[in-house]
Nanobody, 125 residues
Framework: VQLQASGGGLVQPGGSLRLACEAS????????GGWFRQAPGKEREFVSA????????FYGDSVKGRFTASRDNAKNTIYLQMNSLRPEDTAVYYC???????????????????WGQGTLVTVSS
């Protein structure tokens, strides 16, 4: 299984970015796709996750109302649309995936076996 994240970059406060993570190697598209981020000197923080059948993605409190997760099952790709970005959103963003995770464990990094390489998002004027 491989996850390839892309879409990071430099954006001004209030701006938007869309991250993408292409998954390959899963025998089907039934897997939980998640996003985490890690700022320098801080622990990895949960951003978003959802399963193929979830109607409502699960979000971390710090991004609710600003970030939107989605997935294209035909392309085996999950996305993270980030709007109203703030300097405190600056971090390396990682996508993660696993076949089976109960919803109450979506926010736990140790629940995921597969991780992408990370993409840096910098929010600065």
């Amino acid at each position: 299984v491989q996850l390839q994240a892309s879409g990071g970059g430099l954006v001004q406060p209030g701006g938007s970015l869309r991250l993408a993570c292409e998954a390959s190697g899963f025998p089907s598209d039934y897997y939980v796709g998640g996003w985490f981020r890690q700022a320098p000197g801080k622990e990895r923080e949960f951003v978003s996750a959802f399963n193929r059948g979830d109607m409502n993605p699960f979000y971390g409190d710090s991004v609710k109302g600003r970030f939107t997760a989605s997935r294209d099952n035909a392309k085996n790709t999950i996305y993270l649309q980030m709007n109203s970005l703030r300097p405190e959103d600056t971090a390396v963003y990682y996508c993660a995936a696993d076949r089976q995770i109960i919803r109450s464990s979506y926010s736990r990094p140790d629940a995921y076996d597969y991780w992408g390489q990370g993409t840096l998002v910098t929010v600065s004027s």
